[in-house]
């Protein structure tokens, strides 16, 4: 395992299949993410507005680093169908040489 503080997994939900793919499309097209692994069926439970929802979700673990974080976000708040978009931001602070040089290969590539 290789030491980082660069790279970055970013965490999304999304109410849909197709607005998660949609987002990692686009972010993948526009260099910001290397990988978007979409995983279905998650339940969120969460207060809004003064009531607690629950409802079937995608998570979307986005893989990046942190230079293309703040676009991220604003990209991501722009695609997404929520008015508060989940998005969270995790250190890698560590993972195997050849998927960082993979990861940070893919995102060093002009759009």
Known sequence: MKETNQNRVVYVTTKSYENAIHISR???????AACSTILQGATSIYEWEGQI???IECVLMIKTNVEKLETLETRVKELHLDTVPEIISLVIDSASEEYLNW??????KNV
């Open 53 to 55: 929802e629950e409802r």
């Open 26 to 32: 686009i972010l993948l097209y526009e260099k910001l």
């Open 103 to 108: 990861m940070n290969s893919v995102l060093d």
